[in-house]
């Protein structure tokens, strides 16, 4: 359970997926628990959720050259698209913890979420835009969770979707949680 802190390694978790010791997801069919009913509810619409992203991602380089010189760039296009990522990481954060026994009077935050990096530990994770020209489309979104520290990008878009007016530019590729500097 993951109330007060740590999940154990113990069995498996809900909504979470690990290696195993050969470096594979596959080893000897032992994966076959992420196909069972209780493993996720409706996984199909966060999935569903996340190609819906990345196609939006994949057609906005259609007008914005994925390269580091574009990192400025900022448009009502690249603001919903980072309202929509995070948003999606929301629901994916309460999920997990939701569907692993987490609770807590109130609204979550990023308090809350920031629980996810025990057992899912996310700081290690690189996310690699292939098509990238420069040295930015290597990234590491939670990197600074090593650190307790805020998620730049998170904080970019509750910034600029608190006061879009003055916030906009933070909008843009370098603070989106998939793409631009860590």
Sequence with gaps: MVNGGSMA???PFRRTVRQFLDGQYAEGGRWMY???PKFAQTPEHYIRAFLLLQGDLQQLFDFIEPDDQNLATYSFRTHGLLLRACVEV???FKAILSENGYSRSGNWDMHDYQKVEQSHRLSAYEIKVPIWRGMEGLRRPFQAWTSSQPLPWYSAYNASKHDYGRSCTQADPSHWPFVGPA
């Design 90 to 92: 929301e629901a994916n």
């Design 9 to 11: 390694v113990g069995r």
């Design 34 to 36: 992420l196909l069972h």
